[in-house]
T-cell receptor, first 116, second 111 residues
Framework: DGGITQSPKYLFRKEGQNVTLSCEQNLNHDAMYWYRQDPGQGLRLIYYSQIVNDFQKGDIAEGYSVSREKKESFPLTVTSAQKNPTAFYLC???????????????FGDGTRLSIL | GIQVEQSPPDLILQEGANSTLRCNFSDSVNNLQWFHQNPWGQLINLFYIPSGTKQNGRLSATTVATERYSLLYISSSQTTDSGVYFCAVGGGGGATNKLIFGTGTLLAVQP
């Protein structure tokens, strides 16, 4: 079945460590996105990528990094510079990312990151 | 940037009741989606509805883009409808289809 796979579902990190969250899609979508959700809040955009080898900062990019070496993969690294990394992280994809593409975003099941 | 407001913030229903959730947004948009987030955190696409009206079973949605609001109707509610309903908009005159989320409506359906 086509879809978006995020792994792991739960992740624990010691302070000062970098961790990488995986996001893979087999929908042949060009655009991919990373969002963060804090308890009782909506989602906020961290990074997005419109095409392979290109990505842009979202609203809360500080302390995060991404890469887009393959169309189907968009890993997110939470670095030690992110002071409050405990959150629920969701990955999404869409056919395109331009404003004229006018296409819905589809989401993975998320990764819960906690600090030990 | 574009602002998204959802109302009510929370809602308690008896099973079988109907409800209307509202989403107001502050700018023109190219994308509007309604999601249901279940207790396990999964975000489920309900509707992609930048304009017009759509129906899917007991759920329907209407977006009046010129007046910058969207409504989600839930009829004959069931306990499995419980969770958080999010409205998210994209476009907003910008160059990319980034989604801006509202803070959600927390729905509890009691048996």
């Amino acid at each position: 079945d086509g879809g978006i796979t995020q792994s792991p579902k739960y992740l624990f990190r010691k302070e000062g460590q970098n961790v990488t969250l995986s996001c893979e899609q087999n929908l042949n979508h060009d655009a991919m996105y990373w969002y963060r959700q804090d308890p009782g809040q909506g989602l906020r955009l961290i990074y997005y990528s419109q095409i392979v080898n290109d990505f842009q900062k979202g609203d809360i990019a500080e302390g995060y990094s991404v890469s887009r070496e393959k169309k189907e993969s968009f890993p997110l690294t939470v670095t030690s510079a992110q002071k409050n990394p405990t959150a629920f992280y969701l990955c999404a994809s869409s056919i395109g990312a331009g404003a004229r593409d006018n296409q819905p975003q589809h989401f993975g099941d998320g990764t819960r990151l906690s600090i030990l | 940037g574009i602002q998204v407001e959802q109302s009510p913030p929370d809602l308690i229903l008896q099973e079988g009741a109907n409800s209307t959730l509202r989403c107001n947004f502050s700018d023109s948009v190219n994308n509007l989606q309604w999601f249901h987030q279940n207790p396990w955190g999964q975000l489920i696409n309900l509707f992609y509805i930048p304009s017009g009206t759509k129906q899917n079973g007991r759920l329907s949605a209407t977006t009046v883009a010129t007046e910058r609001y969207s409504l989600l109707y839930i009829s004959s509610s069931q306990t499995t409808d419980s969770g958080v309903y999010f409205c998210a908009v994209g476009g907003g005159g910008g160059a990319t289809n980034k989604l801006i989320f509202g803070t959600g409506t927390l729905l509890a359906v009691q048996p």
